[in-house]
């Protein structure tokens, strides 16, 4: 069983940046690709960006390309989201999740959630304007 945790969420001025952080417990992430999604109040869970442990390709989502990061720490066994530009429009509660399946190479199909099968508490992202 893995756990999952976020970290680094909070409350930033729109335009500012955060960095969130994922680490697992009792398994680590070794051949498995790891996803953010978010999910806004009154909105579903929509996919933020994936990574593959394994060679670090990533995948992601139109709304945050070119302004989001997602990377891999091979020392720290985490996997990070770098959000810089914010916008309100960003203000969601964001989850990190893992797959039990090994993926070795990037897939438009991580950004479906049933493609996941551990998933954190969640951390909450406010952008205020």
């Known amino acids: 069983q893995v756990q999952l945790v976020e970290s680094g969420g909070g409350l930033v001025q729109a335009g500012g940046s955060l960095k969130l952080s994922c680490a697992p417990s009792?398994?680590?992430?070794?051949?498995?690709?790891v996803g953010w999604f978010r999910q806004a109040p009154g909105k579903e869970r929509e996919f933020v960006a994936a990574?593959?442990?394994?060679?670090?390709?990533?995948y992601y989502a139109n709304s945050v390309k070119g302004r989001f990061t997602i990377s891999r720490d091979i020392a720290k066994l985490t996997v990070s989201l770098q959000m810089n530009s914010l916008t309100p429009e960003d203000t969601a509660v964001y989850y990190c999740a893992a797959t039990l399946s090994y993926y070795y190479t990037i897939t438009p199909a991580l950004r479906l959630t049933e493609k996941y099968d551990y998933w954190g508490q969640g951390t909450q992202v406010t952008v205020a304007s």
């Open positions: 009792g398994r680590t992430f070794s051949g498995r690709a």
């Open positions: 990574i593959t442990w394994s060679g670090g390709s990533t």
